[in-house]
């Protein structure tokens, strides 16, 4: 019997408007988080980037706001705002069923708190969504990726605002009803878990102190939740065919040994991971976060009916970014290794890439196995993918084996975890083109199968080419999976 893919499996590719676009001032586009982070040193490239996780204060988002002379690479991205036809038309060409995209909430809402839309901005992505629609391709649109814009910091202090889930639910509801017969499926807070790491690019928060203070960062996440209950509500009134889904940052990980305390920090670890998913899906907190917030002091501010709106509007499915797994251990200390959001000591089994993540395919399986049986709704891998060093020969081409090989032992995984009863709608490989990274802002951290001409300093062509893994990709997505399963 021929192993394949489900028919219909959406096969894809993701990307986000802050680390892809550019044009970061064009037609209206209001300042937003991600347009201040800057560069990383050369001397802090394969960590996550400190740009990333420092906690941002009003004096430094000034200096990054008026800087004429720092590199903040988010702001040319890889310019697909002018090039998203060549994008596209390489999509099609891979025979993509999906492409994950976000919107900038700042080309809608140049402040964020407006009463009428930027139609500059809503006319931008009608261009995307029909250019998408001609090839077949379906969009999968994520409303909150890793930007938010500079007023609402400034003048309501982020998410620990309530009033932001209003002005949230007015975009929402803006772009559900401008797309409503071009999107089918929706994504609110991209990685919404990271929100404990990242509290300024997602949550918009300040922290003068240079400390992440865990009682703001839970209630902004009260606050999103409510936002992503109440989008969720608002997308199924204005079209009941549209599926909405959370998208979680999972950390999967393993105890470093067998002994029982070491078992216990994986739950330990897990609770800190799924407490955002277990919100989303099953509608209500978790029991384990009492324990969470008293001995953290956490008081959550919630307000009457809140509870009811997380149970009466779940999402629809459940999306995940997976990259790497990692190690639990009660006594910490030992050496550690960078990776997606989380640093944790090498695995003796694994190999690691470039940057030092962990390359761990069948803890994807593992993954999908334990998420599904938690939740039993439809699970969407909407990231994946390897950072690499990429080198361009004489003639152009790219030899990106590594890439082909990553890709090709995650997608046995997925198969196998679909055979073990799994409900999997797709999977939209990460920076399917060069984009500039999230935690290090670099360009030449590539995860693409098409190849930007540009540099870390933004300098280059931008013009796309072709590497090896696009025509592996490609070949795959047209058996659906049944090149990789059957050799
Ligand atoms: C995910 C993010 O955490 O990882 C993406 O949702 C990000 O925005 C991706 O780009 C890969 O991380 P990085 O830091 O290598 O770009």
């Known amino acids: 019997m021929t192993k394949q893919f489900p028919e219909g499996f959406l096969w894809g590719g993701a990307t986000a408007a802050n680390q892809f676009e550019g044009a970061w001032d064009a037609d209206g586009r209001g300042p937003a988080t991600s347009d201040t982070s800057r560069a990383v040193a050369p001397e802090e490239r394969k960590t996550m980037g400190s740009e990333f996780t420092t906690p941002m204060n009003q004096k430094r988002l000034d200096f990054a706001l008026n800087d004429k002379e720092g590199l903040y690479p988010k702001r040319w991205g890889s310019d697909f705002y002018h090039r998203y036809k060549e994008d596209i038309a390489l999509y099609a060409e891979m025979g993509f069923k999906t492409f994950r995209l976000s919107i900038a909430w700042s080309r809608i809402f140049p402040k964020g708190d407006e009463k009428e839309p930027n139609e500059a901005g809503l006319a931008f992505y009608d261009k995307v969504f029909d250019e998408l629609n001609k090839y077949g391709i379906e969009p999968l649109v994520t409303l909150s990726h890793y930007e938010f814009p500079i007023h609402l910091v400034k003048e309501y202090g982020g998410w620990k605002n309530r009033k932001v889930i209003d002005f949230f639910v007015h975009y929402a509801e803006t772009v559900f009803k401008r797309y409503k017969d071009k999107v089918k499926y929706w994504l609110t807070f991209n990685e919404i878990n990271i929100i404990g790491m990242t509290g300024y690019l997602s949550g918009g928060l300040l922290f003068e102190d240079g400390k992440l203070h865990l009682q703001d960062m839970y209630q902004a996440a009260h606050h999103q939740f409510i936002a992503s ?224 001409d540009a540099d870390d300093k933004g300098q280059g062509t931008f013009n796309r080419s072709r590497k090896d893994s696009f025509y592996y990709y490609k070949e795959l997505i047209a058996s659906n999976g049944a090149n990789v399963l059957n050799k």
């Open 229 to 452: 209950a109440l989008a969720t509500k608002a997308a199924h009134e204005i079209n009941p065919d549209v599926k909405v889904g959370c998208m979680l940052a999972r950390m999967q990980a393993y105890p470093a040994t067998c002994n029982p305390d070491d078992v216990m920090e994986e739950v330990r670890k897990d609770h800190e991971n799924l407490f955002f998913s277990d919100v989303q899906v099953r509608g209500k907190y978790p029991s384990y976060a009492k324990r969470f917030f008293k001995e953290n002091h956490i008081q959550l501010d919630i307000a009457e009916g809140d509870l009811e709106i997380l149970e009466k509007f779940p999402v629809d499915f459940m999306s995940f970014s997976y990259y790497m797994s990692s190690l639990a251990r009660k006594e910490v200390g030992k050496a550690a290794t960078a990776g997606n959001l989380m640093l944790s000591e090498p695995n003796p089994y694994l190999k690691a890439s470039d940057w030092g993540w962990q390359i761990d395919p069948v803890g994807l399986r593992i993954t999908l196995n334990n998420l599904y049986d938690r939740y039993q709704i439809p699970l969407m891998v909407v990231e994946n993918g390897l950072g690499a060093l990429d080198k361009v020969e004489e003639d152009g081409s790219i030899h990106d084996q590594y890439r082909i090989d990553y890709l090709k032992s995650h997608v046995e995984q997925m198969y196998e975890a679909i055979e073990d009863g799994v409900d999997l709608m797709g999977y939209t490989w990460w920076g399917c083109t060069d984009l500039v990274s999230a935690s290090t802002s670099e360009m030449s951290k590539r995860y693409g199968f098409v190849y930007v």
